[in-house]
């Protein structure tokens, strides 16, 4: 299974980014996917994610800002990301569930100026 993210860049205080994350490879059926971001010198960790029936779950950081979407057709997950702030700024992966394994995307640069 390969991951390609797009979407990064560099954005002012406020503004908005959408992430997308297509999935490759031998796919039988994802069941999770998910975006995580990891800053400099702290732990990576869970921004949002959404079963293939599109329950999804939030950190609390994201709530009301971040909005986790996914077309199953194209094996896609999307992260609209509005009203950024510069403690957003970090590398995001998306993470995919096939069965029992776990698969990540190579990240992509979230850069917040205030």
């Known amino acids: 299974v390969q991951l390609q993210a797009s979407g990064g860049g560099l954005v002012q205080a406020g503004g908005s980014l959408r992430l997308s994350c297509a999935a490759s490879?031998?796919?039988?059926?994802?069941?999770?996917m998910g975006w995580y971001r990891q800053a400099p010198g702290k732990q990576r960790e869970l921004v949002a994610a959404?079963?293939?029936?599109?329950?999804?779950n939030y950190a609390d950081s994201a709530k009301g800002r971040f909005t986790i979407s996914r077309d199953n057709a194209k094996n896609t997950v999307y992260l609209q990301m509005s009203s950024l702030k510069p403690e957003d700024t970090a590398v995001y992966y998306c993470?995919?569930?096939?069965?029992?394994?776990?698969?990540w995307g190579q990240g992509t640069q979230v850069t917040v100026s205030s």
């Open positions: 993470k995919v569930v096939v069965k029992i394994n776990d698969y």
């Open positions: 490879g031998s796919i039988f059926s994802i069941s999770v």
């Open positions: 959404i079963t293939r029936g599109g329950m999804s």
